[in-house]
């Protein structure tokens, strides 16, 4: 299991672990188990629940901003150009997640901020060491995604 929180995300990955014992054409007896993952990324009340498409690209947002972070020339003054919005359209509360690059004072930092319904929900400013944490966290969960176990009957 991984379970991390930080300033109001939360990464959580479990496995649901199956046992099935089956017969073979020969009468043998089999054990199967099955591994059901589900991994949940909550941003306050903006939730990404085993979409490999959001958590893509909430996971490439951060590995580009240390990568710019990093590779930025040694002026103090240059900027991040980083951008990013996701959006969960309900009928009743549509959200968005966004990221964006700030710099204040010399100092850079990723802005991540969740909007329900065109108001804020939550808020906060993490610098490039808390960006790593958060990377693997997400990392880590993402690489515990499985595919669902399909079986077939001939």
């Known amino acids: 299991m991984v379970d991390f929180e930080f300033k109001g995300i939360r990464v959580n990955a479990t496995a649901e ?3 099935r014992e089956l017969k ?3 009468g043998h007896h089999l054990n199967r188990f099955d ?3 589900s991994v949940k990324v909550s941003f306050w009340d903006f939730v990404i629940f085993n979409d490999l498409f ?9 590995s580009y901003f240390m990568q710019a972070y990093w590779k930025r020339s040694s002026k103090a003054g240059s ?11 309900d009928d009743f509360n549509p959200q968005a997640l966004n990221m964006i690059a700030k710099q204040k004072n010399g100092i850079q930092s990723l802005e991540i901020s969740v909007a329900d319904n065109g108001m804020p929900a939550g808020e906060v400013y993490l610098s490039a060491q808390e960006v790593i944490m958060l990377d693997i966290a997400i990392g880590k969960a993402i690489n515990l ?5 399909v079986y077939l009957q001939y």
């Open 24 to 26: 073979d054409s020969g």
């Open 145 to 149: 995604l499985s595919p669902e176990t």
């Open 54 to 62: 959001e958590l893509a690209t909430v996971k490439s947002t951060l």
């Open 35 to 37: 591994r059901n993952t």
């Open 17 to 19: 672990i199956t046992w």
């Open 79 to 89: 900027k991040i150009e980083l951008a990013m919005a996701l959006f969960h359209d």
